[in-house]
Nanobody
Framework: QVQLVESGGGVAQAGGSLRLSCSAS????MGWYRQAPGKQRESVAG????????YDDDSVKGRFTISRDNAKNTAYLQMNDLKPEDTGVYYC?????????WGDGTQVTVSS
């Protein structure tokens, strides 16, 4: 079993920044999906335990940075130059033995 605790998020103005954190009960591959209003949940970024990263959403490249601190079993998603289209619920996830474990999600709202 894996427990995930998310923090961060909130409301920001366009061009602003927010940082999401996700703490896991062990060191695992971690990442974030987001779900915009009326849309399906989509992958944003992920980070392996080695620190290798990937970004699935082209719209966040150059603006979002995923990182991790293995000593704290915590991943971070630094979101800069936020846009209204970044609004949605962001879900942290971790993978153990090919099974995804999900956080409860945190709301990010970007006003124009």
């Amino acid at each position: 079993q894996v427990q995930l605790v998310e923090s961060g998020g909130g409301v920001a103005q366009a061009g602003g920044s927010l940082r999401l954190s996700c703490s896991a009960s062990r060191t695992l591959f971690m990442g974030w999906y987001r779900q915009a209003p009326g849309k399906q949940r989509e992958s944003v970024a992920g980070i392996f335990t080695t620190g290798t990263t990937f970004y699935d959403d082209d719209s966040v490249k150059g603006r979002f940075t995923i990182s991790r601190d293995n000593a704290k079993n915590t991943a971070y998603l630094q979101m800069n130059d936020l846009k209204p289209e970044d609004t949605g619920v962001y879900y942290c996830y971790a993978v153990l033995n090919s099974k995804n474990y999900w956080g409860d999600g945190t709301q990010v709202t970007v006003s124009s």
